[in-house]
């Protein structure tokens, strides 16, 4: 891949994606996005990527939303323009590989594209997470959106309506489920390491069939989910067994840092 606005390396079944537009609070801009749908292409396609890390370079933010100054391309006719989701979102690009977000500073705006549909989502103690839009006369739509599938309807309406009035506090975060980690921040990225390690020792079909099987469920009635998730538990693994020995695997206590 010939990448402009991120670093992508793997290692031992881990793939780390770091933003790396530092200077601009990791804003993203055109590139970002071609950068990104190389990247779901790759990590779809690649077996010896079995997780995804998602972090970002720089003190200041995780990311602050689209780049104001360069913008993105949009096509002249509104009717066929796209929503920049569909090169940032791993969900959106049917990547079933577990991604771990480890956010810090500020993640506001367009940040949420990646936030809405992480699988799991830690941040540092001095993480703020906002949505301006609406400051600057802009309806809030599509990230609001995606977060109201993952937090309280409530809490995704305060954040939409309140705009750069209020910044919510990594604490609160926690409370409503948006994160389930708050770390120091020198300890952010190793935890998410730690936590993408955890997973991709797994067996990764299963991992990939339990990612799909939940996030499918948010577009379907109940019983719908119940009957297709039944299917998905038989896929790759059609006698019904364990794939591992349960004896041979150490057991580990999962515990609040």
């Given at each position: 891949?010939?990448?402009?606005?991120?670093?992508?390396?793997?290692?031992?079944?881990?793939?780390?994606?770091?933003?790396?537009?530092?200077?601009?609070?990791?804003?993203?801009?055109?590139?970002?996005?071609?950068?990104?749908?190389?990247?779901?292409?790759?990590?779809?396609?690649?077996?010896?990527?079995?997780?995804?890390?998602?972090?970002?370079?720089?003190?200041?933010?995780?990311?602050?939303?689209?780049?104001?100054?360069?913008?993105?391309?949009?096509?002249?006719?509104?009717?066929?323009?796209?929503?920049?989701?569909e090169q940032l979102s791993p969900k959106l690009n049917r990547v079933w590989k577990p991604?771990?977000?480890?956010?810090?500073?500020m993640a506001a705006g367009g940040a949420f594209y990646w936030i809405n549909e992480s699988?799991?989502?830690?941040?540092?103690?001095?993480?703020?997470?906002?949505?301006?839009?609406?400051?600057?006369?802009?309806?809030?739509?599509?990230?609001?959106?995606?977060?109201?599938?993952?937090?309280?309807?409530?809490?995704?309406?305060?954040?939409?309506?309140?705009?750069?009035?209020?910044?919510?506090?990594?604490?609160?975060?926690?409370?409503?489920?948006?994160?389930?980690?708050?770390?120091?921040?020198?300890?952010?990225?190793?935890?998410?390491?730690?936590?993408?390690?955890?997973?991709?020792?797994?067996?990764?079909?299963?991992?990939?069939?339990?990612?799909?099987?939940?996030?499918?469920?948010?577009?379907?009635?109940?019983?719908?989910?119940?009957?297709?998730?039944?299917?998905?538990?038989?896929?790759?693994?059609?006698?019904?067994?364990?794939?591992?020995?349960?004896?041979?695997?150490?057991?580990?206590?999962?515990?609040?840092?």
């Open positions: 891949m010939n990448l402009k606005t991120v670093r992508y390396e793997v290692a031992e079944h881990v793939a780390t994606i770091t933003l790396n537009r530092p200077e601009v609070m990791n804003s993203f801009n055109q590139a970002t996005l071609d950068d990104f749908a190389q990247i779901w292409a790759t990590v779809k396609s690649d077996d010896d990527v079995h997780v995804v890390v998602l972090r970002a370079a720089g003190e200041r933010a995780f990311c602050t939303g689209v780049d104001v100054k360069e913008g993105i391309d949009r096509h002249p006719n509104v009717w066929t323009r796209s929503d920049p989701g991604v771990v977000c480890a956010v810090h500073g699988d799991i989502v830690i941040c540092s103690d001095d993480a703020t997470f906002f949505d301006p839009h609406v400051s600057y006369g802009m309806t809030a739509a599509l990230e609001p959106i995606g977060l109201a599938r993952r937090v309280p309807l409530g809490e995704a309406l305060r954040i939409a309506l309140l705009g750069l009035d209020e910044r919510m506090s990594p604490e609160r975060a926690l409370q409503i489920g948006l994160v389930s980690e708050i770390l120091p921040r020198s300890r952010l990225w190793p935890r998410a390491a730690e936590l993408a390690g955890l997973i991709a020792a797994k067996p990764p079909a299963a991992i990939q069939g339990t990612v799909r099987a939940i996030w499918e469920s948010l577009d379907s009635t109940r019983t719908q989910a119940l009957h297709t998730g039944l299917s998905y538990t038989l896929l790759g693994n059609p006698v019904g067994q364990a794939e591992i020995d349960r004896g041979s695997v150490p057991r580990r206590t999962w515990t609040l840092r």
